[in-house]
């Protein structure tokens, strides 16, 4: 058995391994027991039995593997090895040992006789296996039968009918993929699977997930979505085939690793030279080839093409799939393709062109063959021959026809090929129909609905460059002048999609630019209302989205009056202080974007219907709507989007489990910048209810990885809230300052939605009440707190106060600033009051616990403990650890709390016990190991020691050691 785990994470297999745990359970208990472990080369049939063995409760487990050398190898060889090791264990009863030294010279000499012995060997063999499972039990493993020779074959039968009684369970693997037609397991398993103590279990590919979790493991951190998807479509979920493909720098890397290779190119040795020939012309086919183009290129009589692909398909080369032909693992297709020499590669490419070329010509074939992907090869093998005119010509219009079917990935890739061979072909434009700037304008905007933002970006920008070039005054008249407004549009709806600061820019631009009176200026509106409401400027997106839908009406563009309704939905309803007036308006263009057939439009006003209904507090309508009949046809039935205001409902309701599992099956699904923060920041706040602040680190650091462009001003006030949030629990009071005061004077100069100001208030009146007992060394002087406290009131008094959430945020803000206990307690049960209103029992918890602290500082300990009781409630309903570390903490179980430490020097306190120098520990909580040594001075002046080892000796007396 291989014993190189490449894989530090053994991933998945939870049933098998029960399955097997169970098997050895009533192998002791009744009789003697077998499973047959089957799956494909590499699915992890090794490592399921080593994992298994490790915890196995017999008392004895022992492993011999079949040789690759079939039957010209050593005869019994599994048994062998593992005879060997009983026997060197404890030697073997006299009456065991007649015929045994055939398999084991060292148990004597080898009997001379050779024809008569054959039964009394396997008589000895099962009795020593009897014997050595004595009470305890014995489980053997036998690798690989699928190389096994007849012999071992044989005596395994023998085994598998004569073992009864005997507490002995048989561990057998074999590839599936190995068994062709003719070999000689396929006869025999049927016999085995119906003995009565045998078991069948075959192992499946890994999940996605799975996927995600093996390759974390292996390379120490989670992949990025895009590299997982490919990974896991390359390796088609096979363990084996992910560590091979994790060891290339580039998972896309076309070659593929030599293990796999070699493993599959092996299968190929047993095919005659037709039968081969034919599959590599497979292997240029694409995923899968269809019979008729096969035939084609091919071309040769119809007997022997038949014969040739049923060598291939009895060999597990290739299966049929349908009217064609796929290979059995992506890689094997890969691998055939690796092998090709160039010369015969391009050879073959161009039976393809030529066989594609007749087949387009044919309309039975076109009726046959679905016209979209016959051209959408013939571009592929064209340009893989080199005939660059002739594959430009097919990947336009391969384009084409994928827009035509709303193919929009498939068309932005044909795009972009005919972008890559312009300089190439010298009457490109001729051949396509179009100038350079428009196929850019065209791929710029497939790339928008194909969820390409930044390439969108890329495109319409190198468009505007060519017309400012071509163009020496400025394209700033008549066709010049629309075709930049239309790629300012485009450009600026792709900086919508990234949360980009420039959208805003290049769609006030687009306007100004485009003629008055063109017929595109209600769609350019349109989308200027859109992103004027996204960053919070209520009242001038309103009198936009007014004026567009009047534009709209005129011109008979029910794409923009739906937009418009839905912009205005928005803002009566999420930012403004009317949301029955915005219900109404939201489904007038919901109704309209379905009546229209805009699954875009549609998604927005369902999308805006959700928030609404949140920040509303309606959350049940809110899972209704959002999970309910309107599901569409993304995997499980939901839209990224969907899933992730369903995540973020509920976590309002406080049902973290669902919201985490949301969270985490949504954010590889969003690939869209603005999407994929919003899911990191919400990933974050579930992992701090969770009080996974490790977690909640990671999803902060991908942010501050992407966000190499400058954000839209509410996403990255989102993002920073969430950080202030972990300073203050970290007690990092100084970055937190410095972030806040930054955050306090953008503000004044930017838009920011209302809903946003609660919880900016918040932290800053939390941080102004920390501040007050803060060492020197936060930098936060008496001035900074005034200055902190006048810009909370300035945002409490911009609070509408129109709904519960806000009036929790306004009652913790004056809990927080006033320093009279009675009016603190008065007010913390008011915010309580105000979020069990809005139905977020988390935030009703924490108020609670914060209440509670006050009750116990002024004496009344039934007041406390009645508060603490419905927060242990409410924390065991909704499973949030940090709720039940704030009541622990409320009642002064904690050393932080007993010692008046804030959280970070508790867990600094803790590095300190287990012996960890300064820069350990830096390294332990991501900070500096200057940062350290200020928590530890701080440590030593609230504990009243010296030194480290006084420090540590005082953590241990509190209940830290």
């Known amino acids: ?139 053997l493993v036998v690798e690989d039968l699928h190389w096994a020779d007849r012999s071992t074959r044989d005596l395994l039968v023998f085994l598998l009918r004569n073992l009864y009684r005997a507490p002995v369970q048989l561990l057998i693997s074999y590839r599936t993929d190995d068994l062709h037609r003719l070999h000689p397991l396929r006869r025999l398993l049927p016999e085995l699977e119906r003995l009565p103590a045998v078991t069948r279990v075959e192992l499946s590919p890994l999940s996605r997930a799975e996927v995600a979790r093996q390759a974390a493991g292996i390379r120490g951190a989670d992949l990025a979505p895009r590299v997982l998807d490919l990974l896991y479509a390359r390796s088609g979920g096979n363990p084996l085939f992910v560590e091979s493909l994790l060891e290339l720098p580039d998972v896309g890397d076309p070659r593929v690793p030599d ?134 010509g097919a990947a336009w219009r391969a384009a084409e026809e994928a827009g035509g079917a709303l193919a929009h990935p498939e068309r932005l890739h044909m795009l972009e090929r005919v972008l890559e061979l312009w300089e190439l072909v010298p009457d490109a434009a001729a051949r396509v129909g179009h100038d350079h700037v428009e196929t ?31 163009v020496p005054a400025g394209p700033t008249a008549g066709t010049d002048a629309v075709r930049v407004a239309h790629l300012l549009h485009v450009r600026g709806e792709a900086y919508k999609d990234t949360a980009h600061e420039q959208s805003l820019a290049d769609l006030r631009d687009a306007l100004r630019v485009l003629p008055a009176g063109h017929d595109d200026r209600a769609k350019l509106m349109s989308s200027l209302a859109a992103e004027l409401m996204l960053r919070g400027a209520g009242e001038e997106a309103w009198n936009v989205a007014q004026e567009t839908l009047r534009l709209a009406r005129e011109v008979g563009d029910r794409a923009s009056e739906a937009s418009a309704l839905i912009t205005m939905g928005s803002v009566r309803g999420d930012l403004g202080d009317d949301p029955e007036q915005g219900m109404v308006l939201l489904n007038q263009g919901r109704e309209i974007a379905l009546a229209i057939g805009s699954s875009r439009l549609k998604d927005r006003a369902l999308n805006n219907i959700g928030v609404l209904y949140t920040t509303q507090g309606r959350f049940t309508e809110g899972l209704r709507l959002l999970g309910g009949k309107e599901r569409h ?41 603005a999407l994929r923060f919003r899911g990191l920041v919400l990933g974050a706040e579930i992992a701090i209810w969770q009080d996974d602040l490790d977690l909640a680190r990671e999803c902060l650091a991908e942010i501050d990885a992407g966000a190499t462009e400058p954000l839209r001003f509410r996403e990255f006030v989102r993002w920073q809230l969430v950080v202030l949030r972990l300073d203050l629990i970290h007690g990092d009071l100084g970055p937190c300052r410095r972030r806040l005061e930054r955050l306090l004077r953008d503000r004044q100069e930017r838009d920011l939605p209302v809903y946003l100001f609660g919880w900016l208030a918040r932290i800053g009146a939390e941080l102004w009440h920390r501040a007050a007992g803060a060492p020197a060394e936060h930098g936060i002087s008496p001035g900074d707190r005034e200055q902190l406290r006048l810009g909370v009131r300035a945002l409490v008094e911009d609070l509408m106060l129109t709904d519960d959430t806000e009036a929790a945020y306004a009652a913790e803000v004056e809990a927080l600033l006033c320093a009279d206990h009675h009016a603190q307690l008065e007010q913390w049960d008011t915010a309580a009051w105000s979020w069990h209103s809005a139905g977020r029992p988390l935030e ?38 940090r709720l039940r570390r704030l009541a622990t903490e409320a009642a002064g179980g904690t050393p932080a709390a007993i010692s008046g430490l804030t959280p970070r020097e508790a867990q600094v306190l803790a590095g300190l016990t287990k012996g960890r120098t300064n820069r350990e520990i830096a390294r332990t909580l991501s900070i500096s190991p200057k940062t350290v040594s200020v928590h530890v001075s701080n440590l030593f002046a609230k504990l009243e020691v010296t030194n480290r080892n006084a420090a540590a000796v005082r953590a241990r007396e509190l209940g830290m050691g």
């Open 1 to 139: 058995m291989d014993q190189r785990d490449r894989s530090p994470l053994f991933v998945g297999r939870r049933a098998e391994i029960r399955l097997l745990l169970e098997d050895a359970d009533r192998a002791r208990r009744e009789a003697a027991t077998a499973v047959l472990v089957a799956g494909d080369a590499g699915v992890g049939k090794s490592r399921l039995l080593r994992e298994y063995a490790a915890q196995a409760p017999m008392g004895r487990v022992v492993t011999g593997g079949c040789l690759e050398l079939g039957v010209d190898g050593l005869p019994f060889a599994p048994f062998v090895t593992a005879l060997r090791r009983l026997v060197r264990e404890a030697p073997a009863p006299s009456d065991h040992s007649r015929e045994l030294p055939r398999l084991l010279p060292e148990l004597g000499l080898r009997p001379t006789d050779s024809d008569e012995g054959r039964g009394q060997l396997f008589e000895e063999v099962l009795a020593l296996l009897e014997s050595r499972a004595g009470s305890d039990g014995l489980t």
């Open 259 to 392: 293990g796999p290779r070699e493993l599959f190119l092996g299968v190929l040795r047993g095919l005659d030279e037709t039968a081969r020939f034919v599959v590599k012309l497979a292997a240029l086919g694409g995923d899968r080839v269809d019979h008729r183009l096969l035939a084609t290129v091919a071309d040769m009589p119809e007997e022997v093409l038949e014969a040739a692909l049923r060598a291939a398909i009895d060999t597990n080369v290739l299966r049929t799939d349908g009217e064609g032909y796929a290979f059995r693992h992506t890689l094997l297709g890969e691998a055939v393709h690796e092998d090709l020499l160039p010369g015969e590669r391009v050879r073959l490419h161009r039976r393809y062109v030529m066989a594609l070329s007749e087949l387009i010509d044919d309309p039975d074939a076109v009726s046959a063959l679905p016209v979209t992907r016959l051209v959408t090869r013939l571009a592929h093998h064209a340009y893989a021959a080199h005939d660059l005119p002739r594959a430009l």
């Open 440 to 470: 850019l304008h065209r791929a710029a905007r497939t790339a928008i609905v194909a969820d390409e933002a930044e390439r969108a970006v890329r495109y319409a920008t190198a468009a505007l460059d060519e017309l400012a070039a071509s």
């Open 633 to 673: 046809g993304d995997r499980d039935g939901l839209r990224p989007f969907q899933e992730w205001s369903l995540a973020l409902i509920n976590l309002h309701m406080g049902r973290l489990d669902a919201a985490a599992r949301y969270a985490e099956e949504t954010l590889p699904r969003l690939t869209a910048r």
């Open 844 to 881: 009703t918890a924490a108020a609670l616990a914060e209440g509670a602290r006050v009750a116990a500082a002024v004496g009344d300990r039934a007041e406390a403990a009645r508060r603490l009781a419905e927060v242990r409630r409410i924390a065991a309903k909704t499973g949030s650890a």
